[in-house]
């Protein structure tokens, strides 16, 4: 993998806006992904450097998910289910968050908290003039992947927890409930990236990131141990439901694929609204050097 | 008297500058009031379901309610911010002026919770109008009173339990990792999530001496549970000791770490 001459901004220069695609799909599918691995590569390179923080990481997950299962403790010590949820499913549930929030927190939120400080400090001129899509670079230019650990300790606690409960998940099952993560996190990724994309507007605001911490933590719960709007809220507006527990549900048996009908539109409609607001916005933007 | 002086125009200084990010801290507010409304929705489920609980359903909205308020008042920022002054020799100027250097700290801290209150009660408001059916903020004058002597307190002992984590970049290459962790474990222990009343058995000895529930919890528990005499008054001189405690290490921890601070210029 490398970064031949169309890598580099120089083939462009003069041209503000980024090129259009001129290769068909399959080939530019291709020249992403061979972009990422090169964003992950050097990331590798750096992370050698900072051992101890991978380190740290670690004991942070781990302390995450001994907290989490505390809280599922401290729940249940009061009843055997709760909102149709036993224990050990919720713990199967803190692990899938577990697994999400590495995702989420390795490859996404580092770029969230990097877009309001690029538009800021006027480095949003590199970002556009690069021969690529500017969302893409602006979405997943930076990784932190010692975040990616929570993967593995979620993985853990959700497969101790499911055979604790017994559970024997059909490979239909397991299918379904990658495709609601899936779904769930280009969910995830779109109400977030439309959030910190406001910040081409609010230059003062350096925080609009900070907005979604607080309800993606409620995916840890079942969405069910909501009522009413706050339960609509976290399947429709900020969609943890689809990350962590339709999933669970899947592999539970509890829940089919038919909320994919509505779910794929749904994820499909984010993301489609999250590229036309980045459009609308980049327009406005007023670069620091042109 | 003229560090007091120094730290009331620090304060008035921060004041000034939290003022022009306004936009930013009520987003930090919003987050304030997020999380715990959304620790009360999962245990006003639980209670739904009819189990028999240690609190009602009027004493987990009235203790979210005013803990949205109180982890506001008590909270601290400043570790990383200190952790990275003495990494990148930003101590400097500080040692050079006839004041503690920790007056900017404490100064930064109280002038932007002064600009965070008034955008804070808002947003609390809107949550007790909702709830206010079940909104049952005590009446009796004197748990106010000594809810108002303690919350100083577990704002001092959180700030200088941060500054003592955070003290310890003098020796360690990276604390960053060590005060996120402290972060973490601090929210759970201090009664963020939970109410530490409602901890297992197993735990509730350990929860009731350990540092962090006198940082938020235990102000909480003097205004909204019905502490015996005897559990006040230990409580009391943990919540008094504590910062007493933590202030002496502080001193500690700076005079011995300033011998090994080295920056440019210095």
Known sequence: MGCTGS???????????????????????RRYAR??????????ARLTEYRLNFATTVVEGVAQTALAVLTFVV????????????????????????????????????????ISGYIRRGEMDFMLLRPVSSQFLVSFRRLNLPEAVN???????????????????????????????????????????????????????????????????????????????????????????????????AMLGERDASALLFGVPLAAAGLLLSHLLWNYAVRHYSSASS | MSSVRLLWRLTAMNVMTTIEYRG????????????PLISLLVW??????????????????????????????????????????????????????????????????????????????????IVAVVFRHDLRPPTDLAAWGLFLLCLPAAAATAFFLDV???????????????????????????????????????????????????TLSFPLEVLTDALSQRELWLGLAAQLGYPALLYGLYRLLWSRGLRRYSATGA
């Not at chain 1, 890598?7 to 530019?28: H, I």
């Not at chain 2, 930013?24 to 999380?35: E, H, I, K, P, T």
């Open chain 1, 7 to 29: 890598c580099g901004a120089g083939d462009y220069a003069g041209t503000v806006r980024p090129a259009p695609e001129a290769d068909g799909g399959g080939a530019a599918v």
């Open chain 1, 35 to 44: 972009l990422w691995l090169r964003f992950a590569a050097t990331e590798v």
């Open chain 1, 75 to 114: 729940l249940f010590q009061f009843t055997d289910e709760l909102a149709g949820w036993s224990r050990m499913e919720a713990l199967m549930l803190a692990g899938c968050y577990r697994m999400v929030d590495g995702v989420v927190a390795a490859a996404i939120a580092p770029n969230m908290y990097s």
């Open chain 1, 151 to 249: 993967i593995p300790i979620g993985l853990g606690l959700l497969l101790y927890a499911g055979s604790a409960a017994g559970v024997q998940p059909t490979v239909g099952g397991i299918l379904t409930a990658g495709l609601y993560v899936l779904l769930g996190l280009v969910m995830l990724y779109s109400v977030w990236f439309m959030t910190v994309t406001c910040s081409f507007w609010l230059v003062q605001v350096d925080n609009l990131d900070a907005l979604f911490a607080p309800l993606f933590d409620a995916g840890r719960y079942p969405v069910s141990f909501f009522s009413g709007w706050m339960r609509a809220l976290l399947t429709f507006v900020i969609p943890v439901a689809f990350a962590t527990t339709f999933p669970v549900e």
């Open chain 2, 24 to 35: 930013a801290f009520l987003v930090y507010m919003l987050n304030n009031v997020l999380g």
């Open chain 2, 44 to 125: 006003l489920t639980v209670s739904e379901q009819g189990v028999a609980l240690p609190y009602t359903r009027s004493q987990f909205v009235t203790y979210y309610v005013l803990l949205s308020v109180a982890a506001m008042l008590t909270s601290t920022w400043i570790g990383a911010f200190l952790v990275e002054d003495i990494r990148l020799g930003n101590l400097t100027p500080w040692l050079l002026r006839p004041a503690p250097g920790i007056l900017s700290y404490i100064g930064n801290n109280l002038g932007e919770k002064a600009v965070k209150l008034p955008l804070l009660l808002p947003l609390v408001a």
């Open chain 2, 164 to 214: 003592t984590v955070a003290l310890l970049a003098f020796w360690l290459d990276d604390v960053r990792g060590l005060l996120r962790l402290q972060v973490l474990v601090g929210a759970f222990l201090s009664g963020r999530f939970v109410p530490l009343e409602l901890f297992p058995p197993e735990l509730a000895s350990f929860s009731l001496v350990q540092p962090f529930r006198y």
